[in-house]
């Protein structure tokens, strides 16, 4: 399987980079998202690339996970009802 094309630039990948290089960093879930989406069998089912495809890019919030949920310790309040109303469309459809 080869990486999602979005993977450069994606804020999320980028921030779990610099995370992991953190030895102090062990937040499986977000290594297993990782493994699943950005370099798995569920890339073109990523929230985020999906947002990003409808909205462009700079639009997908940057603590949005690619399951569709907000960062731990993070909320989704400063997301629009645009933005609130495809992840609720795209999580539907992937359930
Ligand atoms: S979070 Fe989504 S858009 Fe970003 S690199 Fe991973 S699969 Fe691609």
């Known amino acids: 399987m080869t990486d999602c094309e979005n993977l450069t630039g994606c804020a999320f990948f980028n921030e779990f980079k610099q995370r992991s290089c953190d030895p102090d960093f062990a937040d499986l879930a977000i290594r297993g998202l990782v493994r699943l989406y950005c370099k798995g069998y569920k890339q073109d089912r990523c929230i985020r690339k999906i947002l990003s495809k409808k909205l462009g ?5 940057m603590n949005l996970m690619p399951c569709g949920v907000a960062l731990s310790n993070t909320t989704d309040d400063s997301w629009s009802p645009e933005v609130v109303s495809i992840i609720n469309e795209a999580k539907k459809a992937y359930s």
């Open 57 to 61: 890019s700079n639009r997908v919030p």
